[in-house]
């Protein structure tokens, strides 16, 4: 899988720190589980609205690896990396997004991933009885029987540890994932805190320093 996440970073050249890092994960994790919800069959076609964000680019990646067809609704500026990523086709934003994937795909959408959290302006472009999947927690109102799936993201929350007797201090990711408001997965990722002569990406993992400069 393309680490489309680092281009955030400045560049794949450029590794992201490591609570950066961890939430790479969670993006590709946000995607499995968005197609995980919708189920479909190979040779469907799902339409992945900010295709080249975040969850977006994984989800591109991750249902064309199971043979879906894929259509990416972005901006031009995006167009090229949804591309590279696989997609088998890009719709521009040029006027609202209904309108735009619908005169691609006249009869609408079988499924939709909005990683965009354009909501309700996204809606009309599935078909009846169709599901869309929101990811900033949207549950309509919905119409014409399409059914809307929240798959809820990830989230970390990082943070030093010292005073424990170790020669570096630990950084810390506190990781969550609530759906409908209730706790269903957590745990953390430990890690020595690198110096500056450690750090690959020159970068501290936490904060603006790095532990030999505080």
Same mark, same amino acid.
């Given at each position: 899988?393309?680490a489309?996440g680092?281009t955030?970073?400045?560049?794949?050249e450029?590794?992201?720190t490591?609570?950066?890092?961890?939430?790479?994960?969670?993006?590709?994790?946000?995607?499995?589980?968005?197609?995980?919800t919708l189920?479909?069959?190979?040779g469907?076609?799902?339409?992945v609205a900010g295709?080249?964000g975040?969850?977006?680019g994984?989800a591109?990646?991750t249902a064309k690896?199971?043979?879906?067809?894929?259509?990416?609704y972005t901006?031009?500026?995006?167009?090229?990396?949804?591309?590279d990523l696989?997609?088998?086709?890009?719709?521009?934003r040029?006027?609202?997004?209904?309108?735009d994937?619908?005169?691609?795909? $006249? !009869?609408?959408?079988p499924a939709l991933i909005d990683g #965009?959290?354009?909501? +309700?302006?996204v809606?009309?472009? *599935?078909v @009846? /009885?169709?599901?869309?999947?929101?990811l900033?927690g949207w549950?309509?109102?919905?119409?014409?029987g399409?059914?809307?799936h929240p798959?809820?993201?990830?989230?970390?929350? $990082? !943070?030093?540890?010292t005073?424990h007797?170790?020669p #570096?201090?630990w950084? +810390?990711?506190d990781?969550?994932r *609530?759906? @409908? /408001?209730?706790?269903?997965?957590?745990?953390?990722?430990?890690?020595?805190?690198a110096s500056r002569?450690?750090?690959v990406s020159?970068?501290?993992m936490?904060?603006?320093?790095f532990?030999?400069?505080?």
């Amino acid at each position: 899988m393309k680490a489309i996440g680092l281009t955030q970073f400045g560049g794949p050249e450029v590794l992201p720190t490591f609570p950066e890092a961890v939430t790479l994960l969670l993006n590709a994790v946000t995607a499995r589980l968005s197609l995980n919800t919708l189920a479909l069959s190979p040779g469907t076609t799902l339409v992945v609205a900010g295709a080249a964000g975040e969850v977006g680019g994984f989800a591109v990646e991750t249902a064309k690896a199971d043979g879906l067809t894929v259509l990416a609704y972005t901006s031009d500026a995006d167009q090229t990396t949804v591309r590279d990523l696989g997609a088998d086709q890009v719709v521009l934003r040029r006027q609202d997004a209904t309108s735009d994937i619908r005169g691609v795909l $006249p !009869g609408g959408a079988p499924a939709l991933i909005d990683g #965009a959290a354009l909501n +309700a302006q996204v809606l009309g472009a *599935v078909v @009846d /009885g169709g599901a869309m999947v929101s990811l900033k927690g949207w549950t309509g109102p919905t119409e014409r029987g399409i059914t809307i799936h929240p798959v809820s993201s990830y989230r970390a929350a $990082p !943070g030093r540890f010292t005073g424990h007797g170790q020669p #570096a201090p630990w950084i +810390a990711v506190d990781i969550l994932r *609530v759906e @409908d /408001g209730i706790l269903m997965e957590h745990w953390d990722v430990i890690e020595e805190e690198a110096s500056r002569e450690q750090s690959v990406s020159g970068l501290p993992m936490y904060g603006d320093t790095f532990p030999e400069e505080r």
